[in-house]
Structures are given as C-alpha cells and as structure tokens.
C-alpha cells in the first residue's frame, strides 16, 4: 500500500487484531506495529501468539508494542476474558480488526455456546467481542471496525435466524457464505445504531482482503493438496490480502465513512440480501440476545466521562462535603 494512502504514522493508537499469529492478521499487526501502534494480538493458541511475536520481531517490529492475548472466538466465556483483561490495560481503543476466521470446517459440529463453528467462529464471536469494547472505542476521537468478509458472501442465501445452526444448514461452503454476509450486514447495522444514539467518532466496514493464499482453507482437502501447490500463480501474498484492511484502519480517505463494503481498497457492492435493513437490524437484535447482551447495551452505550475513576471520586468528595457528612 502506497504511503499516500496510508497515514504515515499510528503513533499513539492502540489497535486489536483477532487471527494475529499468521496469514492476513500477522500482516496487519506487522504493518500497524511498524507505523507505531500499540497492537494486541488476539490468538486462540498463544504458543502460536509467541512464536508470531518472534517472526514480527525478526521483521523490525517492537516487541514492547506486541501484546499478546488469548481469544478462542468459538468460546463467548474467552472472549469475555479477554475483553475484561483489555479493558483493564486500555482505556481507549483506536482500531479494532476482525480478521479471524474458518473455512471448510470437516464436520458439523457445536460450540460450546450451542452455535455452529463456522457461525460462532466468524461472526457471533466477533460480534461480541465488538460490542464488548464499543466503550472503549467511543472514548477515541476517531476509532474504526473493520470487518474481514470476502467476496464468497455473494453466494450466500438469505439468512435464516431461525435455522442457522440446525444441521440441515450445514455444508461444506454455505455456512462460511452465510458467515460472511453477517459480517457485512454487522457494519451496516452498527452503523445505524451509531446514527440512531449520536455515535460520531466511530465507524465500521466490510471487506474482502481478495483471494490469498493463508491457511484459511487448510480443511479443504482440495485446497490443500492439489490448489495450494498452485496459488503463488493467482493469489494474493498475505501482505497484499491485508492491504484492504489496512487502508479502512487508516487511511484519511475513508474519515467519516461508515457501513460500506470494500474491494481493492474502493468502495464495491455487496450482496443485495445486505443492503435489507429490515434484516440487517433482525440480524443485530438475534445477536444481542444469543450474545447475552440485551441487558449490556445501555452500558455500551453511557456517556465515556462517566468512566473517570478520578472525576467519579471527586463528585463522591464533593457530595460528602455539600451534604456535611464529612466527619
């Protein structure tokens, strides 16, 4: 990605990025670590996390920016955990990168939460791992979501909320289609919510990275013995699959665009099923429910000064002595 279309420097932003330790996520921690962010790197096997962490270095980047932090996405009590750890250390968070994701998974088969794998794993897990720290993201003066999809989405039918996780759903490709069109249908979604309650200073979009060679597909026997072997010829590398999602992270050329879905760092169109705000806010709501969130929106939404341990404690003195009740 040219420098034009990048800002040159992320000094001073924290970003997080599920799928971290390899492909597309790898390079889009590398390329944020290298412009000066803080970046959590969020990884279902921190062995892997560790071992990423090294390769980064290796390539330049500072290891003292590197955090790593476990995220199993097909987990809500993980991703819970972590969220709780990052709002611990962070008060602000400027960038948030859902990038994680499976493909081809061999067998039907149900989270722990009671959801199918392919639609825990991209999108549930990331919708509530964005909801989770929609504080923090609020308290940015420019923060941005962006939503790994892919151009497969195409090919998906229309959501059934009803029977998503049934086994009858379930097939080689389809549930990855249907993931993938949740994801592009979250950004619209949240961004009218952002309309609706005032939200300003945050955005989300969609993208498709392009067809690169990671292992995203190493389930596919296919794939993985008779396509790999031939990618170098038509795919993308990983870094130019992340370039994308980079230029929506921080590019000024897309300040202030929020809901949209993106190709080759442009604007592109989506799967017409996605531009249906009818279902896009069903979809919304279903995942406030089975994400256990309905009880949790108001809290996303408070006011961030209401989030100043030190001005909380100030009112408190301040009542004490106003109601002389100071000893």
């Not at 097939?171 to 309650?197: I, W």
């Not at 993208?207 to 292992?215: D, F, I, L, R």
């Not at 001005?311 to 301040?318: G, H, P, S, T, V």
Request: hydrophobic share 35%; aromatic share 8%; with cysteine.
């Amino acid at each position: 990605m040219t420098g034009d279309k990048l800002e040159s420097s992320a000094r001073g932003k924290v970003a997080v990025v599920t799928g971290a330790n390899t492909g597309i996520g790898l390079e889009i921690v590398r390329e944020l670590n290298l412009r000066n962010a803080k970046v959590y790197m969020l990884c279902r096997d921190e062995k892997r996390g560790q071992e990423a962490k090294t390769v980064l270095v290796g390539m330049g980047c500072d290891a003292s920016r590197l955090l790593i932090e476990r995220c199993d996405l097909s987990s809500f009590e993980s991703i819970r955990n972590c969220v709780r750890t990052l709002m611990d250390y962070e008060k602000t968070i400027d960038i948030l990168v859902n990038n994680a994701g499976i493909m081809c998974y061999p067998k039907y088969e149900m989270t722990i939460d009671g959801h199918e794998m392919h639609w825990q794993s991209n999108y549930l897990g990331h919708f509530l791992l964005t909801e989770s720290l929609l504080p923090a993201m609020k308290t940015s003066t420019a923060a941005r979501i962006v939503n790994l999809s892919s151009a497969l989405h195409m090919k998906s039918d229309r959501i059934d909320l009803s029977q998503i996780d049934e086994k009858k759903q379930f097939g080689l490709f389809k549930p990855y289609y249907r993931s993938k069109l949740a994801n592009v249908m979250h950004a619209r979604a949240l961004t009218q919510r952002f309309r609706e309650d005032g939200t300003n200073n945050v955005t989300i979009n969609s993208c498709h990275p392009g067809v690169v060679n990671t292992e995203l597909s190493r389930r596919f026997v296919i794939a993985r013995y008779i396509a790999r072997p031939f990618m170098w010829l038509f795919a993308k590398t990983p870094r130019e699959g992340a370039q994308t999602a980079l230029y929506l992270a921080l590019s000024k050329n897309v300040y202030g665009i929020s809901g949209k879905y993106f190709s080759d760092s442009a604007i592109a169109s989506e799967n017409p099923l996605a531009l249906d705000d009818d279902a896009c806010q069903d979809l919304y709501n279903y995942s406030l429910e089975k994400c256990l969130l309905q009880n949790d929106s108001a809290i996303a939404s408070e006011n961030p000064l209401a989030l100043d341990d030190d001005a909380c404690q100030d009112l408190y003195n301040y009542s004490l002595e106003k109601c002389l009740l100071q000893k």
